[in-house]
């Protein structure tokens, strides 16, 4: 899912064509270091964001450039973006313009679970309700699974241009451990349970 969630996100939604500027917000997840491969794989030129614990994964997924959240705030750079993938769910629709050139896109591909009783809807419900208006576009989507894409993801693995990042294994009599590790938000790449 989270391969066909960055595919689709960056080629379906994003429309995202080779030569274009990308900026992954949450880079280091799951699906955030697909979205990097892809996109680089796809031609863009990807900016990722992260914290210090990711920067050389993200440069080793292909990131052109990547922007370390906890020392400088990615809203501020000089570089504008045609496509921005919103993973992490960290920043306003006002502040992602920033960073984003005047037709530009961002995809809500997630948010932080902050909110009890809403979940990410209010940060989704927010950012879309900002864009109302402006030339600068958000969109959101659910991923669906698909035959072609899975057999395109799995051609883009078999010729080396995407990997699966694997941060931790666990036994399947370890699986609450799991799910609580996985939902600190902080994994780096996929939790793998062993079945």
């Known amino acids: 899912m ?7 996100a960056l080629r379906d939604h994003g429309a995202v064509e080779s030569g274009q500027k990308v900026l992954v917000n949450g880079a280091s997840g799951g699906v955030g270091t697909y979205t990097v491969q892809i996109a680089n794989a796809l031609g863009a030129d990807v900016t990722a964001v992260c914290s210090t614990r990711n920067v050389d994964q993200a440069r080793s997924l292909g990131a052109n450039r990547v922007v370390d959240y906890t020392r400088e705030d990615f809203t501020r750079l000089d570089v504008r973006h045609d496509l921005v993938i919103d ?3 960290s920043r306003s629709f006002t502040k992602l313009r920033r960073v984003m050139k005047p037709e530009g896109t961002v995809i809500v591909v997630g948010a932080r679970m902050r909110y009890a009783v809403f979940g990410p809807l209010k940060h989704l419900a927010g950012t879309m309700v900002q864009s109302i208006g402006r030339s600068q576009k958000a969109k959101f989507f659910v991923a669906q699974i698909d ?3 899975l057999a395109f993801l799995g051609e883009l693995m078999e010729t080396g241009k ?12 370890e699986a609450v451990e799991a799910l609580r590790y ?4 902080h994994a780096k790449g996929k ?3 062993d079945v």
């Open 2 to 8: 989270a391969g066909l969630t960055a595919l689709q």
């Open 87 to 89: 993973i992490a769910g």
């Open 147 to 149: 035959t072609a894409d």
């Open 162 to 173: 995407i990997r699966s990042v694997i941060d931790r294994r666990y036994g399947l009599t």
């Open 182 to 185: 996985l939902g600190e938000g």
């Open 191 to 193: 939790v793998v349970i």
